[in-house]
């Protein structure tokens, strides 16, 4: 099969090669000329383990490329994917369509022959029938199947993601576009992966319904820590003994600081809004959301008290970890954004590492950048992990204690076990473990 992906950003580049991988010829466009000009320089612009090879195998295999102009890779597409940005909206929180319409339009003018024309950035429901609607009204005798196809990847697990998925979700009304989604994923089917063939506006609540609900799971957890602190219970035995019930699953009940990155907050909120218009509130995402921004506030606040329960006049903070998760160069909505600027205007002096937030330094003024943790915990008076990498979770503390001002260890993400911690002589705190 022939693919035109349009948009090379996270969810554009890492689907792009994965099909590529699969045995199609994958155009990968841009309006960023750099951008296109550095991956056909074998660069990759963003962090993501392992796509830097699958990235060069196939563009030396011969079956990825890359353009700024989608007329030809377009032209010739059995499936054209829309892979471009959905921001939150400045102001109302809806999900930004114009880059999709944009794209849309582009498309419509350059199709030739049967095309299904897929998106992938994930849009609020009934945007596939808007997409259908501009098709038809630029080239009305288009022979275009507009097919929802949500991407649930997770950011530096995408590959495993997109290659081994727990299902694909097609949202077509074409027997031709079934056929053609079919061919695209055929490897994966042979891996027995089950395939849910829906309506459209199905396929897309589908991906913003998984979301919400992940998010909501976090969110449950987080406040259930909340309660084990103050009751004198432990939030790691609470999620592990629940988890094991396969109603409910272990999965995304890790607490911790509260989500962020560039999809439960922005897809939570986009869900909201819909809702809200159709006239059906979902309450318990609207309070999802709520209660996620407070925990980010309320993060630096714990922080503090751990410390000595006001003013940090005087002290230095070592922060380990600013992105929003491990394995990744993303700080969107990243605790850190929130928790690093409170600990300043706290008063203190805050010196960070974290191993891919080249970003940071841009975001966060007035952090002393160090290139490791023990350079970190130099004059200290405590460490704080916000982001779990996993050179953090085995540090030397018999090392790191000396350096410090104060031995004070605060574990946003339970990395550490409590009575380790304080053998080693550090004052500790976790995260809902009372
Ligand atoms: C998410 C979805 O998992 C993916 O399916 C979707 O398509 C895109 O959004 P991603 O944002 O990359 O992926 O990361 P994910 O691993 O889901 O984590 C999201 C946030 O939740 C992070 O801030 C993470 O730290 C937090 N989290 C996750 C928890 O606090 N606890 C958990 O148990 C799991």
């Not at 060069?56 to 990825?64: E, I, P, Q, S, Y």
């Not at 989608?70 to 880059?99: K, Q």
């Not at 609900?213 to 976090?218: H, N, P, Q, R, Y």
């Amino acid at each position: 099969m022939h693919v035109a992906m349009i948009g090379t950003g996270y969810v554009g580049l890492v689907s792009g090669a994965c099909f590529a991988d699969f045995g199609h010829i994958v155009t990968c466009i841009d309006k960023d000329a750099s951008k296109i000009e550095r991956l056909r320089a074998g660069g990759i612009p963003i962090y993501e383990p392992g796509l830097d090879k699958l990235v060069a195998d196939n563009v030396r295999a011969g079956r990825l490329f890359f353009d700024t102009d989608p007329a030809e890779a377009v032209r010739t597409a059995d499936a054209v994917f829309i892979a471009v940005g959905t921001p939150s909206r400045r102001g109302d929180g809806h999900a930004d369509l114009s880059y999709v319409y944009a794209a849309a339009e582009e498309i419509a003018g350059l199709v030739d022959g049967f095309t299904v024309v897929v998106t992938k950035s994930t849009v609020p429901v009934g945007t596939g029938d808007e997409i259908d609607a501009i098709i038809k009204r630029v080239r009305p005798d288009a022979d275009v199947a507009v097919v929802s196809n949500p991407e649930f990847l997770r950011e530096g697990a995408a590959i495993e993601d997109f290659k081994r998925p727990d299902r694909v979700v097609v949202g077509a009304h074409d027997p031709r576009a079934e056929a053609v989604m079919r061919e695209l994923y055929r490897p994966l089917f042979l891996n027995e992966t089950p395939i849910l063939f829906t309506g459209r506006r199905t396929s897309e609540l589908i991906k913003y319904a998984a979301n919400a609900f992940l998010a909501l799971k976090i969110t449950f957890i987080n406040e259930i820590a909340n309660l084990c602190e103050a009751v004198g219970a432990d939030v790691q035995q609470v999620a592990r003994g629940i988890g094991l019930d396969n109603r409910i699953g272990g999965k995304f009940l890790h607490a911790g600081p509260g989500y962020g990155g560039s999809c439960f907050p922005k897809d939570t909120l986009a869900l909201v809004r819909t809702a809200r218009d159709a006239g059906t509130p979902v309450e318990l995402i609207e309070t999802t959301v709520k209660v996620n921004d407070a925990r980010k506030k309320a993060m630096s606040r714990k922080v503090i008290g751990a410390i000595n329960g006001k003013d940090l006049t005087g002290k230095t903070v070592g922060v380990l970890g600013l992105t929003f998760k491990p394995n990744t160069d993303d700080m969107r909505d990243a605790p850190s954004l929130d928790i690093v600027p409170a600990l300043q205007a706290a008063g203190a002096q805050v010196q960070a590492f974290d191993p891919e937030a080249h970003e940071a330094r841009q975001m966060l003024p007035d952090v002393a950048f160090k290139n490791d943790p023990y350079a970190v915990a130099q004059g200290a008076d405590a460490l704080v992990i916000i982001t779990e990498w996993d050179q953090f979770r085995a540090l030397d503390l018999d090392r790191i204690k000396p350096l410090m001002n104060k031995p004070v260890l605060i574990d946003l993400r339970n990395i550490y076990k409590p009575d380790d911690v304080r053998a080693s002589g550090f004052a500790y705190t976790g995260i809902g473990r009372g």
